[in-house]
């Protein structure tokens, strides 16, 4: 599986949602949320037929954001996890977190 989210959910008129927009974790209900939120979002900043480039950047920021924060909620499980019966779940303690995620750990 190819895991990650786009760069841009909205190009010109073209917008990318659910799957199209980005994949996390099969065992993780994030992608129904994810959906939900990226279509709420539209709706916010659905502009009239001018496709104003600053209400794309400001969507293509906000979906970002809650796709960046659902990684650390799952991220976070893998390294808080104390399972010891296999390698996978030590492995998982050892992995680096996102920046964003370090951060929220330090505070």
């Known amino acids: 599986m190819k895991v990650g989210r786009r760069a841009n959910f909205w190009v010109r008129n073209c917008?990318?949602?659910?799957?199209?927009?980005?994949?996390?974790?099969?065992?993780?209900?994030?992608g129904i949320y994810l959906a939900q939120k990226s279509a709420e979002l539209l709706l916010d900043y659905f502009p009239d037929s001018g496709f104003d480039p600053l209400l794309i950047a400001r969507y293509n920021?906000?979906?970002?954001?809650?796709?960046?924060?659902?990684r650390d909620f799952i991220v976070?499980?893998?390294?808080?996890?104390?399972?010891?019966?296999?390698?996978?779940w030590r492995?998982?303690?050892?992995?680096?977190?996102?920046?964003?995620?370090a951060e929220t750990l330090e505070l």
């Open 15 to 30: 917008l990318s949602i659910g799957l199209a927009a980005g994949f996390l974790e099969p065992l993780e209900s994030t």
């Open 61 to 70: 920021k906000r979906v970002a954001r809650e796709y960046d924060e659902a």
């Open 91 to 101: 492995n998982a303690r050892r992995l680096p977190p996102p920046d964003s995620l």
């Open 76 to 88: 976070l499980h893998y390294l808080l996890n104390r399972r010891d019966d296999s390698e996978f």
